[in-house]
Every structure is written in C-alpha cells, then in structure tokens.
C-alpha cells in the first residue's frame, strides 16, 4: 500500500483517574482503563520465543469484551512485510520510509520510539515494497535482515550498528524474486541465514563479529521460509525449506543431516518446518500440499520417509505464506485453493494421520499464533479473530477490525498484542479482566 503516515495516537493505561477519564473520551467508552502490564515473557523473534507460533502465556482472554480487546496504542510505522520482535520491553520491526529501510526500536508498553537507524535503500517489488524478514534478538544484539539481502546486527540500547554484511552480493548471488524473507536464526554464538546463492544456499555467521563460520548447500534457491532448530532423536538441528526442498544441517559444522526435494511453482516454499512426533512437517501453496517426514538416524546422519503425505487439489493442508500452528497433536492451519488464489479455508488436521478434523470453508486469507489455548488471527484485511483451538469443531470467540491490509502474524508479549499494517502499529490488551 501506498499511504502516508497517520499522525501518532497513543492510549496508554494508568491507575490515574484523569487518563482513565481522557482515554474513555477519546474512545467514546466507559470502560476502564487495563492496569500496566507485568513482566514479558517476549516474543524476540519471527514465531515467537520457539519459533513455532506458540507462547507459553496464560491468564488471556477466554470471553470476548463487548467493542473487543482494549486498544493501549497506535502508532505510526511505514511500508514492508516484516513482522514484531519483542524483547526487554521493547519492540523491534523493520519499516520502509522517506526512501529507505529503517529498523526501528519502539517501547513495547507506550509505543514510544526509543530509536530509529537506517540499513539500506528503499526495496521495491512487483509482490509489494519494503522488508519482508522479521529481526531477532538476542542479547543486548538485534539481527536484521533487509529486503536484498543486507545482514546487521544492531545494539538494542541505541541501535548502533555492530556490524553489516551483504551476503547475497558477497557470495554471488541474487536477492530472491519476491525479495529476501527468511528471519535470520541465533543458534548459541551464530546467526544462521538463508541465501541462496549458488555456492551457499545456508550461511552461519559469528553473532558478535559477522565473521562467516560454515555455508552450506549448492544451485538451491532461498525460498521465503525461515530456518528453525527442531530437536530430532534427542539431537538439535537446523531446519531450512529452501526453494526446492529441506534440509537438515549441524548447527556447529552445517554438516548435511538429511534432505528431501518439494519443488513448487516460483520457488514458493514459505512455511517454516515444524517438528511433529520426532519427524519433520513441510507444506507449500500454489496447490501443493503437505508432508510429514520421519527422520531415523542412520550413523552421523538420518535416514528420511514418509509417514503421510497430501499433494495437489485433494490436500488436507497447504500453507501459503502461513505456518501451522502444531497444538496436543493437531495441525491448526490455512489452506490455499489454487495458484495463490483468494480462496483460503481455516483448517485442523491430525497431525500424525493427515486426516481432517474439520475445516472453516472460505475464512480467507490470514496468519495465527497461539497461546493459552486459543488462536490468535490476522485476517489479510486487517481484523483479528480469536478462536478456541478445538479439534473437534471450529469455535470463535470474536472479531475486530483492527489495522489495515496485512499478512504478518501478531505478536504476543506479557498479555499484550502487536499488530502491523504497512501505515501502523497498534498494542492491545488481551489479557482476562
């Protein structure tokens, strides 16, 4: 979208009568005013604290408020695909404005920029303008990864750049066609990305130098998924769903664990692998499907088979841009009718079997997280759905209109949720009263 920025609003909550009396007249409510919110748990990257869209907060919601969760701030934000990172009290996400590429530091409770710093040129696309990836924190350290390619880490105190690596031009390569989206992923002392160039398709890089450690993979193209550590067999490893299959990779060495081809149309393997019953889960739109891999370990490596697999027009589950959410062994997800057509059913499927639970025909198109037993969903319109997650029947709690276009998933941090559009970012409290 091409808009320009709304003036900054902001409705933060106080036990103060006067702001409880000035917020409600501002809203045109009587309601009161949430008490601050406690400590954060964070969620400090792409997924949230697991990389698997799950939080391990309780206390929230379970009956919706009559005008829907209480609205603590909105504020101002610029074009681009990235999602909310949360850590420390503070919320990083990646924005396009005045012609360039900014990571930008907000305070997670007010709304309030702490900093701003510019990475790189403005970056433009056919499929829509800005960054796409999700930064990463870790530490005092916040990875960024811009929309050609362009790798920093940045202090999360005053946003002063550490170091700045363009690894798509430094290993001879080209920025994926729809630009670069895998969020980068901090394993211990590494920052591992996805490239794609021919002689590297994965690269680790030294958290605290940018020095290279290990690349690994050949003539594979990045994809837009990003990587992820799943446990297999009581061993860690790196997850990737490039652009023509996944593999599996030693987070120290990037040493090749195992592998299997998933060719879809434009390279479009977005979804992140999830580990499901000790193997792998894989699935892609443009009419693809979904598979589950179990992975057995053969020597210093693994040996990989299908346990079910769903392809083409008949698929229980194919996730476009949207990663399932895995729950007490039932896949939660959205799947994509046709060649990245609008037509997007809300789906839950047996995790172990591929069978069918049930399905919300013709929800649309959106993104889900999860916590405290409930999905919680951004509609590419802009509403947010909360919904019980049931595996017997599909059960919502309600809805609200709340930002504008958008596909990022939210982000949830001590009872507090974050929502982009490419104008704004808005906090609201979904916490029981």
């Given at each position: 979208?091409?808009?320009?920025?709304?003036?900054?609003?902001?409705?933060?909550?106080?036990?103060?009568?006067?702001?409880?009396?000035?917020?409600?007249?501002?809203?045109?409510?009587?309601?009161?005013?949430?008490?601050?919110?406690?400590?954060?748990?964070?969620?400090?990257?792409?997924?949230?604290?697991?990389?698997?869209?799950?939080?391990?907060?309780?206390?929230?919601?379970?009956?919706?408020?009559?005008?829907?969760?209480?609205?603590?701030?909105?504020?101002?934000?610029?074009?681009?695909?990235?999602?909310?990172?949360?850590?420390?009290?503070?919320?990083?996400?990646?924005?396009?404005k005045d012609e360039r590429q900014?990571?930008?530091?907000?305070?997670?409770?007010?709304?309030?920029?702490?900093?701003?710093?510019?990475?790189?040129?403005?970056?433009?696309?056919?499929?829509?303008?800005?960054?796409?990836?999700?930064?990463?924190?870790?530490?005092?350290?916040?990875?960024?990864?811009?929309?050609?390619?362009?790798?920093?880490?940045?202090?999360?105190?005053?946003?002063?750049?550490?170091?700045?690596?363009?690894?798509?031009?430094?290993?001879?390569?080209?920025?994926?066609?729809?630009?670069?989206?895998?969020?980068?992923?901090?394993?211990?002392?590494?920052?591992?990305?996805t490239v794609g160039a021919p002689?590297?398709?994965?690269?680790?890089?030294?958290?605290?130098?940018?020095?290279?450690?290990?690349?690994?993979?050949?003539?594979?193209?990045?994809?837009?998924?990003?990587?992820?550590?799943?446990?297999?067999?009581?061993?860690?490893?790196?997850?990737?769903?490039?652009?023509?299959?996944?593999?599996?990779?030693?987070?120290?060495?990037?040493?090749?664990?195992?592998?299997?081809?998933?060719?879809?149309?434009?390279?479009?393997?977005?979804?992140?692998?999830?580990?499901?019953?000790?193997?792998?889960?894989?699935?892609?739109?443009?009419?693809?499907?979904?598979?589950?891999?179990?992975?057995?370990?053969?020597?210093?490596?693994?040996?990989?088979?299908?346990?079910?697999?769903?392809?083409?027009?008949?698929?229980?589950?194919?996730?476009?841009?949207?990663?399932?959410?895995?729950?007490?062994?039932?896949?939660?997800?959205?799947?994509?009718?046709?060649?990245?057509?609008?037509?997007?059913?809300?789906?839950?499927?047996?995790?172990?079997?591929?069978?069918?639970?049930?399905?919300?025909?013709?929800?649309?198109?959106?993104?889900?997280?999860?916590?405290?037993?409930?999905?919680?969903?951004?509609?590419?319109?802009?509403?947010?759905?909360?919904?019980?997650?049931?595996?017997?029947?599909?059960?919502?709690?309600?809805?609200?209109?709340?930002?504008?276009?958008?596909?990022?998933?939210?982000?949830?941090?001590?009872?507090?949720?974050?929502?982009?559009?490419?104008?704004?970012?808005?906090?609201?409290?979904?916490?029981?009263?």
């Amino acid at each position: 979208m091409h808009r320009s920025a709304c003036r900054k609003r902001s409705i933060f909550a106080a036990a103060c009568l006067v702001a409880v009396v000035v917020a409600c007249a501002a809203r045109g409510e009587s309601e009161k005013a949430p008490a601050a919110p406690g400590p954060t748990t964070g969620w400090p990257q792409f997924l949230g604290p697991d990389r698997n869209g799950i939080s391990r907060e309780t206390g929230l919601i379970d009956t919706w408020p009559k005008d829907g969760p209480f609205e603590m701030w909105r504020v101002a934000g610029g074009q681009g695909m990235s999602g909310l990172a949360i850590a420390g009290g503070k919320l990083f996400t990646l924005v396009q404005k005045d012609e360039r590429q900014w990571l930008v530091c907000l305070d997670a409770h007010s709304g309030k920029s702490h900093w701003e710093k510019s990475l790189a040129p403005a970056y433009r696309n056919q499929m829509g303008d800005g960054p796409r990836a999700t930064p990463t924190v870790a530490g005092d350290t916040v990875y960024a990864f811009t929309g050609e390619g362009i790798v920093a880490a940045l202090n999360t105190a005053d946003g002063q750049v550490v170091w700045q690596k363009d690894l798509v031009a430094q290993f001879g390569g080209k920025p994926a066609e729809y630009g670069m989206a895998g969020s980068p992923l901090v394993v211990g002392k590494r920052v591992i990305v996805t490239v794609g160039a021919p002689q590297a398709t994965v690269v680790a890089l030294d958290g605290a130098s940018g020095d290279v450690a290990w690349k690994a993979g050949q003539n594979s193209p990045a994809g837009y998924s990003s990587p992820v550590v799943l446990k297999v067999a009581d061993r860690e490893l790196v997850a990737v769903f490039h652009g023509t299959g996944g593999f599996g990779l030693d987070p120290e060495t990037g040493a090749e664990l195992w592998s299997y081809p998933y060719l879809t149309d434009f390279n479009c393997n977005i979804a992140t692998p999830l580990a499901v019953d000790g193997g792998v889960f894989l699935s892609a739109g443009e009419n693809h499907g979904s598979v589950l891999l179990a992975l057995k370990p053969h020597g210093s490596k693994f040996d990989v088979s299908e346990v079910w697999t769903s392809q083409g027009t008949k698929s229980v589950l194919r996730n476009e841009w949207q990663t399932s959410i895995l729950l007490d062994g039932y896949l939660y997800g959205f799947d994509n009718v046709g060649g990245a057509g609008p037509i997007s059913h809300l789906t839950c499927v047996d995790a172990r079997t591929g069978e069918r639970q049930w399905q919300q025909a013709r929800f649309g198109k959106g993104n889900l997280i999860a916590a405290d037993g409930k999905l919680f969903i951004s509609t590419i319109q802009g509403e947010l759905v909360v919904v019980n997650a049931n595996p017997k029947k599909y059960e919502e709690l309600g809805r609200k209109m709340v930002v504008g276009k958008t596909r990022q998933a939210p982000a949830l941090a001590g009872g507090l949720l974050y929502l982009r559009d490419e104008r704004e970012i808005v906090c609201l409290d979904v916490r029981q009263k």
